[in-house]
Protein backbone atom coordinates (compact mmCIF):
# COMPACT_ATOMS: atom_id res chain seq x y z
CA UNK A 1 0.00 0.00 0.00
CA UNK A 2 1.00 3.61 -0.74
CA UNK A 3 1.87 5.45 2.05
CA UNK A 4 0.11 8.12 0.89
CA UNK A 5 -3.12 5.92 0.72
CA UNK A 6 -2.52 4.79 4.50
CA UNK A 7 -2.64 8.49 5.45
CA UNK A 8 -5.80 9.23 3.97
CA UNK A 9 -7.45 6.57 5.23
CA UNK A 10 -6.17 6.82 8.97
CA UNK A 11 -7.14 10.49 8.55
CA UNK A 12 -10.93 8.91 7.13
CA UNK A 13 -11.42 7.08 10.85
CA UNK A 14 -10.13 9.83 12.69
CA UNK A 15 -12.51 12.90 10.91
CA UNK A 16 -15.21 10.97 10.86
CA UNK A 17 -14.90 9.91 14.77
CA UNK A 18 -14.33 13.54 15.07
CA UNK A 19 -17.57 14.70 13.09
CA UNK A 20 -19.56 12.44 15.19
CA UNK A 21 -17.75 12.96 18.37
CA UNK A 22 -18.24 16.63 18.08
CA UNK A 23 -21.74 16.61 17.33
CA UNK A 24 -22.56 14.36 20.29
CA UNK A 25 -21.30 16.76 22.76
CA UNK A 26 -22.87 19.63 21.51
CA UNK A 27 -25.96 17.91 21.86
CA UNK A 28 -26.03 16.43 25.07
CA UNK A 29 -23.93 19.72 26.72
CA UNK A 30 -26.63 22.03 25.38
CA UNK A 31 -28.86 19.71 26.76
CA UNK A 32 -27.63 19.97 29.92
CA UNK A 33 -27.54 23.69 29.95
CA UNK A 34 -31.09 23.99 29.59
CA UNK A 35 -31.56 21.34 32.85
CA UNK A 36 -29.43 22.56 35.28
CA UNK A 37 -31.06 25.14 37.98
CA UNK A 38 -29.34 28.85 37.26
CA UNK A 39 -27.17 28.94 40.48
CA UNK A 40 -25.23 25.49 38.46
CA UNK A 41 -24.99 26.62 34.93
CA UNK A 42 -21.93 25.88 32.97
CA UNK A 43 -21.04 28.22 30.54
CA UNK A 44 -20.67 27.14 26.71
CA UNK A 45 -16.58 27.85 27.38
CA UNK A 46 -16.91 24.18 28.99
CA UNK A 47 -17.43 22.88 25.36
CA UNK A 48 -14.43 24.67 24.37
CA UNK A 49 -11.95 23.43 27.40
CA UNK A 50 -13.18 19.85 26.78
CA UNK A 51 -11.81 20.08 23.12
CA UNK A 52 -8.58 21.89 23.68
CA UNK A 53 -9.10 24.38 21.44
CA UNK A 54 -9.23 27.32 23.93
CA UNK A 55 -6.39 29.12 21.87
CA UNK A 56 -7.91 28.89 18.11
CA UNK A 57 -11.15 29.90 19.68
CA UNK A 58 -10.30 33.47 21.47
CA UNK A 59 -8.23 34.20 18.60
CA UNK A 60 -11.27 34.09 16.75
CA UNK A 61 -13.77 35.07 18.71
CA UNK A 62 -14.29 37.57 22.32
CA UNK A 63 -17.11 35.93 23.41
CA UNK A 64 -18.38 32.39 24.23
CA UNK A 65 -21.28 32.67 24.11
CA UNK A 66 -23.95 29.74 22.62
CA UNK A 67 -23.74 31.45 18.84
CA UNK A 68 -19.92 32.22 18.98
CA UNK A 69 -19.36 28.26 20.62
CA UNK A 70 -21.51 26.50 17.88
CA UNK A 71 -20.52 28.22 14.74
CA UNK A 72 -16.82 27.70 15.65
CA UNK A 73 -17.31 24.24 17.13
CA UNK A 74 -19.90 22.98 14.20
CA UNK A 75 -19.42 25.19 11.04
CA UNK A 76 -16.38 27.33 11.24
CA UNK A 77 -14.27 26.16 8.21
CA UNK A 78 -11.32 27.70 9.47
CA UNK A 79 -11.23 25.50 12.67
CA UNK A 80 -9.72 21.64 11.30
CA UNK A 81 -11.48 20.44 14.03
CA UNK A 82 -15.65 22.03 13.34
CA UNK A 83 -18.09 19.51 12.63
CA UNK A 84 -18.23 20.74 8.99
CA UNK A 85 -14.46 20.54 8.17
CA UNK A 86 -14.14 17.37 9.83
CA UNK A 87 -16.84 15.90 7.13
CA UNK A 88 -15.15 18.10 4.07
CA UNK A 89 -11.77 16.28 5.16
CA UNK A 90 -13.40 13.19 5.58
CA UNK A 91 -14.90 13.30 2.45
CA UNK A 92 -11.95 14.01 0.61
CA UNK A 93 -10.07 11.25 1.84
CA UNK A 94 -12.65 9.06 0.84
CA UNK A 95 -12.22 10.18 -2.50
CA UNK A 96 -9.12 10.17 -3.13
CA UNK A 97 -8.85 6.51 -2.04
CA UNK A 98 -12.69 5.47 -3.04
CA UNK A 99 -10.89 2.42 -5.01
CA UNK A 100 -10.19 1.03 -1.58
CA UNK A 101 -13.59 1.81 0.04
CA UNK A 102 -16.70 0.12 -0.36
CA UNK A 103 -19.04 1.99 -2.86
CA UNK A 104 -21.97 2.42 -0.92
CA UNK A 105 -19.74 3.87 2.21
CA UNK A 106 -18.64 6.11 -0.53
CA UNK A 107 -21.29 7.42 -1.73
CA UNK A 108 -23.03 7.71 1.73
CA UNK A 109 -19.80 10.16 3.16
CA UNK A 110 -20.71 11.82 -0.19
CA UNK A 111 -24.40 12.24 1.05
CA UNK A 112 -23.63 13.54 4.57
CA UNK A 113 -21.07 16.00 2.94
CA UNK A 114 -23.90 17.45 0.57
CA UNK A 115 -26.45 16.95 3.53
CA UNK A 116 -24.03 19.22 5.75
CA UNK A 117 -23.24 21.80 2.82
CA UNK A 118 -27.04 22.66 2.33
CA UNK A 119 -28.03 22.65 5.63
CA UNK A 120 -25.20 25.02 7.61
CA UNK A 121 -25.52 24.64 11.36
CA UNK A 122 -25.02 28.62 11.77
CA UNK A 123 -28.65 28.52 10.11
CA UNK A 124 -30.52 26.05 12.67
CA UNK A 125 -32.95 27.72 14.96
CA UNK A 126 -32.56 26.02 18.43
CA UNK A 127 -35.20 23.62 18.16
CA UNK A 128 -33.91 22.26 15.05
CA UNK A 129 -30.66 21.95 16.39
CA UNK A 130 -31.26 18.20 18.17
CA UNK A 131 -32.40 16.49 15.27
CA UNK A 132 -30.21 17.83 13.14
CA UNK A 133 -27.29 16.54 14.74
CA UNK A 134 -28.74 13.25 15.59
CA UNK A 135 -28.40 13.19 11.65
CA UNK A 136 -24.85 13.69 11.99
CA UNK A 137 -24.46 11.38 14.64
CA UNK A 138 -26.43 8.49 12.41
CA UNK A 139 -24.99 9.28 8.90
CA UNK A 140 -21.26 8.54 10.74
CA UNK A 141 -22.45 5.73 12.05
CA UNK A 142 -23.78 3.93 8.63
CA UNK A 143 -20.49 5.05 7.30
CA UNK A 144 -18.37 3.11 9.55
CA UNK A 145 -21.11 0.24 9.26
CA UNK A 146 -21.00 -0.14 5.87
CA UNK A 147 -16.71 0.40 6.11
CA UNK A 148 -16.59 -2.33 8.79
CA UNK A 149 -19.15 -4.61 7.40
CA UNK A 150 -17.72 -4.75 3.47
CA UNK A 151 -14.13 -3.77 3.55
CA UNK A 152 -11.22 -6.21 3.53
CA UNK A 153 -9.58 -6.74 6.48
CA UNK A 154 -6.05 -6.05 5.15
CA UNK A 155 -3.76 -2.52 6.00
CA UNK A 156 -6.26 -0.15 4.53
CA UNK A 157 -8.57 -1.56 7.09
CA UNK A 158 -6.58 -1.73 10.03
CA UNK A 159 -5.27 2.14 9.38
CA UNK A 160 -8.96 3.00 9.29
CA UNK A 161 -9.55 1.46 12.97
CA UNK A 162 -6.43 2.71 14.13
CA UNK A 163 -6.97 6.29 13.54
CA UNK A 164 -10.74 5.73 14.50
CA UNK A 165 -9.51 4.11 17.69
CA UNK A 166 -7.03 6.94 18.33
CA UNK A 167 -9.44 9.57 18.09
CA UNK A 168 -11.77 8.46 20.25
CA UNK A 169 -9.35 7.36 22.98
CA UNK A 170 -8.30 11.23 22.66
CA UNK A 171 -12.31 12.47 23.55
CA UNK A 172 -12.49 10.23 25.82
CA UNK A 173 -9.60 11.59 27.87
CA UNK A 174 -10.82 15.32 27.28
CA UNK A 175 -14.12 14.61 28.91
CA UNK A 176 -13.23 12.67 31.69
CA UNK A 177 -10.61 15.52 32.32
CA UNK A 178 -12.80 18.73 31.95
CA UNK A 179 -15.26 16.49 34.34
CA UNK A 180 -12.63 15.74 36.56
CA UNK A 181 -12.09 19.33 37.01
CA UNK A 182 -15.80 21.06 36.86
CA UNK A 183 -17.36 18.35 39.26
CA UNK A 184 -14.65 16.71 41.61
CA UNK A 185 -14.71 20.33 43.82
CA UNK A 186 -18.21 21.01 43.57
CA UNK A 187 -18.81 17.52 44.97
CA UNK A 188 -17.82 18.69 48.74
CA UNK A 189 -20.26 21.97 48.21
CA UNK A 190 -23.63 22.99 47.18
CA UNK A 191 -22.94 21.30 43.93
CA UNK A 192 -23.25 17.85 44.98
CA UNK A 193 -26.64 17.76 44.64
CA UNK A 194 -25.97 18.06 40.68
CA UNK A 195 -23.25 16.06 41.12
CA UNK A 196 -25.20 12.65 40.10
CA UNK A 197 -26.77 14.92 37.26
CA UNK A 198 -23.32 16.05 36.06
CA UNK A 199 -21.58 12.59 35.62
CA UNK A 200 -24.51 11.14 33.84
CA UNK A 201 -23.82 13.84 31.47
CA UNK A 202 -20.24 13.00 31.08
CA UNK A 203 -21.18 9.50 30.54
CA UNK A 204 -23.97 10.60 27.89
CA UNK A 205 -21.44 12.22 26.15
CA UNK A 206 -19.30 8.66 25.35
CA UNK A 207 -22.63 7.22 24.47
CA UNK A 208 -21.63 5.08 27.56
CA UNK A 209 -24.72 5.58 30.14
CA UNK A 210 -26.48 2.25 29.44
CA UNK A 211 -22.86 0.24 30.08
CA UNK A 212 -21.99 1.75 33.15
CA UNK A 213 -25.41 0.63 34.34
CA UNK A 214 -25.50 -2.47 33.54
CA UNK A 215 -21.82 -3.35 34.26
CA UNK A 216 -21.24 -1.13 37.24
CA UNK A 217 -25.02 -1.54 38.60
CA UNK A 218 -24.41 1.96 41.04
CA UNK A 219 -25.83 5.56 40.18
CA UNK A 220 -22.92 7.87 38.38
CA UNK A 221 -20.23 8.98 40.76
CA UNK A 222 -17.14 10.12 40.08
CA UNK A 223 -14.60 7.37 41.47
CA UNK A 224 -16.44 4.93 39.60
CA UNK A 225 -17.31 6.64 36.23
CA UNK A 226 -13.95 7.90 35.98
CA UNK A 227 -12.65 4.43 36.95
CA UNK A 228 -15.07 2.76 34.27
CA UNK A 229 -14.50 5.44 31.11
CA UNK A 230 -10.12 4.96 31.99
CA UNK A 231 -9.79 1.01 32.67
CA UNK A 232 -12.89 -0.78 31.56
CA UNK A 233 -11.78 -2.34 28.33
CA UNK A 234 -15.47 -4.32 27.62
CA UNK A 235 -16.25 -0.18 27.26
CA UNK A 236 -16.12 0.40 23.38
CA UNK A 237 -15.58 4.29 24.14
CA UNK A 238 -13.22 3.38 27.37
CA UNK A 239 -9.51 4.55 27.18
CA UNK A 240 -8.27 0.89 27.82
CA UNK A 241 -10.80 -0.42 25.10
CA UNK A 242 -9.22 1.97 22.68
CA UNK A 243 -5.75 1.01 23.15
CA UNK A 244 -6.12 -2.40 22.56
CA UNK A 245 -7.95 -2.02 19.81
CA UNK A 246 -5.48 -0.08 18.51
CA UNK A 247 -2.92 -2.71 19.36
CA UNK A 248 -4.88 -5.68 17.59
CA UNK A 249 -4.33 -3.46 14.35
CA UNK A 250 -0.74 -2.45 14.70
CA UNK A 251 0.52 -6.31 15.75
CA UNK A 252 -0.50 -7.04 11.81
CA UNK A 253 1.22 -4.00 10.48
CA UNK A 254 4.72 -4.50 9.32
CA UNK A 255 7.47 -2.07 10.50
CA UNK A 256 5.65 -1.77 13.85
CA UNK A 257 8.50 -1.83 16.50
CA UNK A 258 7.85 1.73 17.55
CA UNK A 259 4.47 2.78 17.35
CA UNK A 260 3.78 -0.55 19.39
CA UNK A 261 6.41 -0.36 22.12
CA UNK A 262 4.75 3.43 22.68
CA UNK A 263 1.28 1.94 22.44
CA UNK A 264 2.06 -1.17 24.91
CA UNK A 265 3.67 1.35 27.61
CA UNK A 266 0.64 3.70 27.00
CA UNK A 267 -1.97 1.23 27.84
CA UNK A 268 -0.31 -0.50 30.83
CA UNK A 269 -0.38 2.58 32.31
CA UNK A 270 -3.37 3.13 32.15
CA UNK A 271 -4.09 -0.61 33.33
CA UNK A 272 -2.17 -0.12 36.32
CA UNK A 273 -3.06 2.98 37.37
CA UNK A 274 -5.08 3.56 40.93
CA UNK A 275 -7.65 6.31 39.87
CA UNK A 276 -9.67 6.38 43.08
CA UNK A 277 -5.99 7.26 45.22
CA UNK A 278 -5.37 9.56 42.63
CA UNK A 279 -8.84 11.10 42.50
CA UNK A 280 -8.43 11.29 46.33
CA UNK A 281 -4.96 13.19 46.14
CA UNK A 282 -5.43 15.49 43.29
CA UNK A 283 -2.97 13.52 40.65
CA UNK A 284 -6.14 12.36 37.95
CA UNK A 285 -5.39 15.76 35.91
CA UNK A 286 -1.86 15.02 35.78
CA UNK A 287 -2.15 11.41 34.64
CA UNK A 288 -4.89 12.12 32.35
CA UNK A 289 -2.14 14.66 31.06
CA UNK A 290 0.21 11.90 30.46
CA UNK A 291 -2.58 9.49 28.93
CA UNK A 292 -2.76 12.84 26.10
CA UNK A 293 0.93 12.73 25.44
CA UNK A 294 1.12 8.80 24.91
CA UNK A 295 -1.44 9.02 22.66
CA UNK A 296 0.42 12.43 21.04
CA UNK A 297 3.00 9.53 20.90
CA UNK A 298 1.25 6.96 19.05
CA UNK A 299 0.51 9.00 16.04
CA UNK A 300 3.75 10.98 15.99
CA UNK A 301 5.18 6.74 15.44
CA UNK A 302 2.43 5.90 12.81
CA UNK A 303 3.32 8.92 11.06
CA UNK A 304 7.01 7.89 10.96
CA UNK A 305 6.46 4.34 10.22
CA UNK A 306 4.24 4.70 7.59
CA UNK A 307 3.18 8.34 6.40
CA UNK A 308 6.76 9.71 5.89
CA UNK A 309 7.02 9.76 1.86
Given amino acids: MLSRVAEQLYWYGRHVE ?26 WANMIDMTGS ?15 VLQFMLADEANPSSMACCVRMARENARSSREILPVEAWE ?38 ML ?7 SAYRFVRIGRNLERADMSTRIIDAGCVNLLPAEGDTGAAFAELLWLN ?12 QHVKVRPNGEDVVDFLL ?7 SVSHCLEEIHT ?30 MEQGGLHGFIDEIQLGLNDIHAQVEQAWFRY
Avoid at 19 to 43: G, H, I, S, W
Avoid at 115 to 128: E, H, W
Avoid at 148 to 154: C, D, H, K, P, Q
Avoid at 251 to 274: E, S
Fill in 249 to 278: HLVRLPGNDLPLQTLVRTRDMVVDADTITM
Fill in 202 to 213: VLNSLSSYQIYR
Fill in 108 to 145: TINEFYLYVKKNPASDLMPGQRHKYLNSVIRYCRQIMG
Fill in 18 to 43: RAENTARLVNVNANLLMDLPRPFKRT
Fill in 54 to 68: NDAFYRAYKKADEKN
Fill in 231 to 237: KYVDAPR
Fill in 148 to 154: FSGMSRG
